[in-house]
């Protein structure tokens, strides 16, 4: 069965520095990957996703991700932390094929320091 | 193009009652689906509908839990009893059928109490 592990439930960084959130999948094939942000009391809302091609994908609010085939990760990156990027931040993964829903991981919960 | 719409946005009933939520997808949307989202945890899939067809409710408690899509459009997702480990947030999403397009509405934080 495919799974998804963030292996850290919560990271602290100082604002301005960098950040970076590991995401591991166990899958039968590559799937489709996602990475998405809560913000307290909010809904989901799609950072980027990886479906084929570049495997270095550009999101939103400068957000970055790397789909690493030989080590089963998607780890998302950010240069410099604003602190409004504080938020919990998920992983999800998702077949190719017939299905279409997704497997979440665990969670990331992000604190920025000022 | 309006955006996954659930409602209520809140929700407090105490255990033993019953409690049911809305979803209205993106217009042209075949495919709907209900998470649960326990604090502290990802969300996970109750169920996946395709038009008005139930495609997947492994996951779906059906001795107390029960969901709907009348005409493939909107969706309700009922509870009954509720128990007090249902206090989540539900979270309807929906695609036009593949995973390019899927998005989540803002959920329904349930409490029981």
């Known amino acids: 069965a495919q799974s998804v592990t963030q292996p850290d439930i919560h990271i602290t960084v100082s604002e301005g520095a960098s950040l970076e959130l590991r995401c591991n999948y166990s899958y039968g094939a590559t799937p489709y990957l996602f990475w998405y942000v809560q913000s307290p009391g909010q809904g989901l809302q799609l950072l980027l996703k990886y479906f084929s091609g570049d495997t270095l994908v550009q999101g939103i609010k400068g957000f970055e991700a790397e789909f690493k085939r030989s080590q089963s990760s998607f780890n998302l990156r950010k240069p410099s932390v604003h602190w409004s990027d504080a938020a919990e931040y998920f992983c999800a993964v998702g077949p190719k094929a017939a299905g279409n829903k997704l497997t979440f991981g665990g969670g990331t919960r992000v604190l920025v320091k000022p | ?113």
Do not use: M
Request: glycine share 8%; charged share 20%; aromatic share 10%.
């Open chain 2, 1 to 113: 193009e309006a955006g996954v719409a659930q409602s209520p946005r809140y929700k407090i009933i105490e255990k033993r009652q019953s409690v049911a939520f809305w979803c209205n997808p993106i217009s042209g949307h075949a495919t709907l689906y209900w998470y649960q989202q326990i604090l502290g945890q990802g969300p996970k899939l109750l169920i996946q509908f395709q038009n008005n067809g139930v495609v997947d409710d492994s996951q779906l408690p059906k001795d107390r839990f029960s969901a709907e899509r009348l005409k493939g459009v909107d969706s309700t997702l009922k509870i009954q009893p509720a128990k007090l480990e249902d206090s989540a947030v539900y979270l309807c999403a929906s695609s036009p059928g593949s995973l390019h397009g899927y998005t989540f509405g803002s959920g329904t934080r349930l409490t029981v109490v």
